[in-house]
């Protein structure tokens, strides 16, 4: 674009939100965004962005429900020049890691639900190859143990899960993030033993996911 830069703004962004925000450095005519599901387009939008002040917040917002694997965006500025914007997001589906006690080790049985996930995520990175994808991994842990504790322990289990994936040969960038107890998936009181709360989410994408269930941004690179 033409003298004008946009900047998304991930902290107000989400899928589960429904909504991009963003903010540009000059005025905008209109944008265009597409909102795509794993069957393909899930809404259309064209939004007049005429009037709007540089710097403030603006959002894109659709209102289909359904799983969102890629949204695509053109950001017109007064001129006609415009700029481009794409994310791409895929939950890979998995059975959960079976930790030892209080550790972040597991048994050959365990590393065998991560070959299967592997065989996954190779498949759904050949569909996105123009894509600078990187795999992101967040751990989470039940309310069993000190809140500090638990998100150390689940730093480490979901940093032994990206290891593992590196060292089967996943040659795209990895990353970690442990929430411990912070982000239930079964609500409960404390000290309570649940093992539906002892998951870990993996994520591809080309930018860091933001969510409900991934609120933070302390990614961690396994080299």
Known sequence: SAGVDVEIDWS?????RRTLTFVATGPLSKAEMKVMGPKGL????????????????????????????????????????WQGFESVRV???????????GKSTFGKEEASKLDSTHALIVQELRKY???????????????VGADGGNVTLSFARAR???????????????????FGERVLAVP???????????RALYILSNAPPVSV??????WRMVR
């Open 12 to 16: 107000r962004s989400g899928i589960d």
């Open 42 to 81: 899930l809404e259309s939008l064209d939004v007049d962005l005429t009037g709007k002040k540089a710097g403030e917040p603006l959002a894109l917002s659709w209102t289909k429900a359904g799983e969102v694997v890629r949204i695509s965006v053109k950001f017109l500025d007064e001129a006609g020049f």
């Open 91 to 101: 939950d890979i589906p998995h059975e959960e890691v079976e930790f030892d006690s």
């Open 129 to 143: 190859d123009e894509f600078p994808i990187g795999l992101y991994v967040s751990g989470y842990t039940d309310t």
């Open 160 to 178: 032994a899960i990206a290891s593992y994936f590196r060292r089967k040969g996943l040659r795209i960038p990895i990353y970690y993030q442990g």
């Open 188 to 198: 409960t009181a404390d000290n309570v033993d649940e093992p539906r709360n002892r």
């Open 213 to 218: 269930q991934v609120p933070g941004s302390d």
